[in-house]
T-cell receptor, first 112, second 117 residues
Framework: TQLLEQSPQFLSIQEGENLTVYCNSS?????LQWYRQEPGEGPVLLVT?????EVKKLKRLTFQFGDARKDSSLHITAAQPGDTGLYLC????????????FGAGTRLAVHP | NAGVMQNPRHLVRRRGQEARLRCSPM?????VYWYRQLPEEGLKFMVY????????ESGMPKERFSAEFPKEGPSILRIQQVVRGDSAAYFC???????????????FGPGTRLTVT
C-alpha cells in the first residue's frame, strides 16, 4: 500500500500571506496532479506535473515536482479568500495510469 | 464545453434498496473512473472503465457493487441492497484515451451524495 502524506492538514492564514503545502511519499510517481475541492463539489484540476524537477506557475500558484518524482509542493503567493478550499495531490503510481492515489489533503482557510 | 455530468446530485435510499448513479464523461473522453469519498476521508479509487470494458476494479467491494460503461449512454455505478455504510459522496472522473502522460489527466464531476436511511 502506497502512503501519501500531505502537510499541513489545516492552515488558517490572513489575506496577503504566503504559504506552502507539501505532498510526500516513499514511492516514485509517473505524474502528479493537484486539485482544489470546495464543499459539496468535485475536485477541480489545477495542474499536472510529469518531469522530475519540473516547476509550473499558474498565476499566484507555483507547483514543483521533486527531482526523484516522490514529492511535490504547492506555493501560493499573496493568498486571497478565493483560495480557500481543500488542496489535494493525486499521483499516478509509477508505470500505471489506472487510478489516482489521493492524500487526505490540506484544508486552507484564507481570512480577509 | 460541458464538463463531466453526474446525476442525481443527491440520492436518498432506504436500507435494502438499490442505488443507481450516472456519469456522462466530457466530450471526447472514453475513460471513466469512479471514486468514493467517505465523510472526513480522502477519495478512494473504485473502478476504471473504458467503453464496454472494465479495466481495473480493484477498489470495488466484492459484493453489491457493479459498474458499466456501455457503448451508448452514461456510465452507471450500481449499488444493490444499500446499507448505512454506503452513505458517501461518489465521484466520477473522465480522461482522454492515453497517448502521453497528459492524456491521463482526470476531470471530475460534481459528485452524487448518497444517503442511506
Amino acid at each position: 500500500t502506497q502512503l501519501l502524506e500531505q502537510s499541513p492538514q489545516f492552515l488558517s492564514i490572513q489575506e496577503g500571506e504566503n504559504l506552502t503545502v507539501y505532498c510526500n511519499s516513499s514511492s516514485v510517481f509517473s505524474s502528479l496532479q493537484w486539485y482544489r475541492q470546495e464543499p459539496g463539489e468535485g475536485p477541480v484540476l489545477l495542474v499536472t506535473v510529469v518531469t522530475g524537477g519540473e516547476v509550473k506557475k499558474l498565476k499566484r500558484l507555483t507547483f514543483q515536482f521533486g527531482d526523484a518524482r516522490k514529492d511535490s509542493s504547492l506555493h501560493i503567493t499573496a493568498a486571497q479568500p478565493g483560495d480557500t478550499g481543500l488542496y489535494l495531490c493525486a499521483p499516478y503510481p509509477w508505470g500505471g495510469y489506472n487510478k489516482l492515489i489521493f492524500g487526505a489533503g490540506t484544508r486552507l482557510a484564507v481570512h480577509p | 464545453n460541458a464538463g463531466v455530468m453526474q446525476n442525481p446530485r443527491h440520492l436518498v435510499r432506504r436500507r435494502g434498496q438499490e442505488a443507481r448513479l450516472r456519469c456522462s464523461p466530457m466530450k471526447g473522453h472514453s475513460h471513466v473512473y469512479w471514486y468514493r469519498q467517505l465523510p472526513e476521508e480522502g477519495l478512494k479509487f473504485m473502478v476504471y472503465l473504458q467503453k464496454e470494458n472494465i479495466i481495473d476494479e480493484s477498489g470495488m467491494p466484492k459484493e453489491r457493487f457493479s459498474a458499466e460503461f456501455p457503448k451508448e449512454g452514461p456510465s452507471i455505478l450500481r449499488i444493490q441492497q444499500v446499507v448505512r455504510g454506503d452513505s458517501a459522496a461518489y465521484f466520477c472522473a473522465s480522461s482522454l484515451p492515453g497517448r502521453d502522460r497528459f492524456s491521463y489527466e482526470q476531470y471530475f464531476g460534481p459528485g452524487t451524495r448518497l444517503t442511506v436511511t
